[in-house]
């Protein structure tokens, strides 16, 4: 290994520096303390976990986005998380289960063998919202709601919702009467977007032509809010599941149009995305130049069986690095006030004195000597300075 290699980091990890860092660690506390003022409480779950209890239930998605590693001490294998929500569940299940509805919120790092996108971390920092117990719409809109709210309150200025329902797909796979196999294989042709091949593939497969003509449709319904006049339409007469979903669509819509006319709605009826454990409405945020959803989530009703507790479940996250980079709100490095060395009765007195302008929130730095602040002492506009027996803040010259 040269001298240059034992600096770099691996693709993908990154280091965050001071100026950054106090812009990402002021937003994370403003996002928990806006999830405070709603009801949620923190939670900081642990960042290695069995790989039973953290892949379980989770989809292979999930599982190969994990890092896996060797207890030394029980011989099992550990998984570093590469998704918070998981750990939530298990936490509404087990560690603090409560009757009815239970709102947790959690901001932390995970971890994931490869990047999402080309250029994208794999160690973002997540944070994000769960609701369980409530399986009501009204949930869901909260959800959704608070996932907008930490987008405005980053400084996100131009946001779109894309919204979907698993239960559209679920319930006309149900009524082709496909076998797992054939699930999979149309999942993955909507999930591609491949609308020809989904054309090809269901003339191929499915036998009951009004059911052919739903899924062929699928594909087509993406759009702004007319797609759901559309598909109420194309979906006449079929099953009830489909049409509650559509139901929940529109009236998820109407909402949110009426708390955040400035965000533009868009609707996709064939998004199957986390089809793996997601079970109803799904909800992504994207902003332009951003290639990737800036923020997503969906319901995700009995997750928690596997724990032991099944639980109506929705949630949302975001990374919070990306946020912090594409929202307009900023927070800089603050002035701070340069102490001097002192001792005896005057260095005693000093002390009090840092002590309580500290406590009031001031910055203060401390001389050394030979100057070793270096550059260190450009961030102080102030000085402390001995005045008439009395230690004074005055402008630095």
Same mark, same amino acid.
């Given at each position: 290994m040269?001298?240059?290699d034992?600096w770099?980091?691996p693709?993908?990890?990154a280091?965050i520096?001071?100026a950054d860092?106090?812009q990402?660690?002021t937003?994370?506390?403003?996002?928990l303390?806006?999830?405070?003022?709603w009801g949620?409480?923190?939670?900081?779950p642990?960042?290695?976990?069995?790989?039973e209890?953290l892949l379980?239930?989770?989809?292979r998605?999930?599982?190969?986005? @994990?890092?896996k590693?060797?207890?030394?001490?029980?011989?099992r294998?550990?998984?570093?998380?590469?998704d918070i929500?998981?750990?939530?569940?298990?936490?509404?299940?087990?560690?603090?289960?409560?009757?009815?509805a239970?709102?947790?919120c959690y901001a932390?790092?995970v971890?994931?063998?490869?990047?999402?996108?080309?250029?994208?971390?794999?160690? &973002?920092?997540q944070?994000?919202?769960e609701?369980?117990?409530?399986?009501?719409?009204?949930?869901d809109?909260?959800?959704?709601?608070?996932m907008?709210?930490?987008?405005?309150?980053?400084?996100v200025e131009?946001?779109?919702l894309d919204?979907?329902?698993?239960?559209i797909?679920?319930?006309?796979a149900?009524a082709?009467?496909?076998?797992n196999? =054939?699930?999979?294989e149309?999942?993955?042709?909507?999930?591609s977007k491949?609308?020809?091949?989904?054309q090809?593939?269901?003339?191929?497969?499915v036998?009951e032509p009004q059911?052919?003509?739903?899924?062929?449709?699928l594909?087509?319904?993406?759009?702004?809010?007319?797609?759901?006049?559309r598909?109420?339409e194309?979906?006449?007469?079929?099953p009830?599941?489909?049409?509650?979903a559509?139901?929940?669509l529109?009236?998820?819509?109407?909402?949110l149009a009426?708390r955040?006319?400035?965000?533009?709605l868009?609707?996709?009826?064939?998004?199957?995305?986390?089809?793996? #454990?997601?079970?109803g409405l799904?909800?992504?945020?994207?902003t332009?130049g #951003? =290639?990737q959803?800036?923020a997503?989530?969906?319901?995700y009703?009995?997750?928690g069986?596997v724990f032991?507790r099944?639980r109506p479940? @929705?949630g949302?996250? @975001?990374?919070?690095v990306?946020?912090?980079?594409?929202?307009?709100?900023?927070e800089?490095?603050?002035g701070?006030i340069?102490? &001097?060395?002192a001792?005896?009765?005057?260095?005693?007195?000093?002390?009090?004195?840092?002590?309580?302008?500290r =406590?009031?929130?001031e910055?203060v730095?401390?001389?050394l000597?030979?100057g070793?602040?270096?550059?260190v002492?450009?961030r102080?506009?102030?000085?402390?300075?001995?005045?008439g =027996?009395?230690?004074?803040v005055?402008?630095r010259?």
């Open positions: 040269t001298q240059a034992r770099m980091l693709d993908g990890i280091e520096l001071p860092a106090v990402i660690e937003l994370r506390r403003r996002l303390d806006l999830y405070h003022s949620y409480e923190l939670i900081i642990p960042m290695v976990e069995f790989t209890s379980i239930g989770m989809g998605d999930i599982d190969l986005s @994990t890092f590693v060797t207890d030394q001490i029980s011989g294998t550990l998984g570093i998380r590469a929500t998981p750990q939530a569940a298990r936490i509404d299940a087990h560690s603090f289960p409560r009757a009815g239970n709102r947790l932390g790092h971890l994931h063998t490869r990047p999402r996108t080309a250029m994208g971390s794999r160690s &973002p920092i944070v994000g919202a609701l369980y117990g409530v399986e009501s719409l009204q949930a809109i909260e959800v959704i709601s608070l907008l709210e930490s987008l405005l309150l980053a400084g131009q946001i779109h919204l979907g329902h698993v239960a797909y679920r319930s006309l149900a082709a009467s496909l076998d196999e =054939g699930q999979r149309l999942f993955a042709l909507l999930q491949a609308s020809a091949d989904v090809r593939w269901v003339s191929d497969n036998a059911v052919a003509n739903w899924l062929r449709a594909p087509t319904l993406a759009g702004g809010r007319d797609c759901l006049v598909a109420r194309i979906f006449a007469g079929a009830a599941a489909l049409e509650e559509l139901a929940d529109q009236r998820t819509a109407e909402l009426q955040y006319p400035a965000v533009e868009f609707f996709d009826l064939s998004e199957v995305r986390g089809y793996d #454990y997601e079970t799904v909800f992504a945020a994207y332009p #951003y =290639g959803a800036l997503n989530g969906g319901r009703n009995g997750i069986a032991g099944e479940a @929705t949302f996250s @975001t990374d919070l990306a946020l912090n980079t594409l929202g307009s709100a900023t800089t490095l603050s701070a340069l102490a &001097p060395m001792d005896g009765a005057d260095g005693e007195s000093l002390w009090r004195a840092v002590e309580k302008l =406590g009031a929130g910055v730095i401390g001389a000597p030979d070793a602040e270096g550059e002492l450009s102080c506009d102030r000085k402390l300075v001995l005045d =027996g009395d230690w004074v005055k402008p010259g």
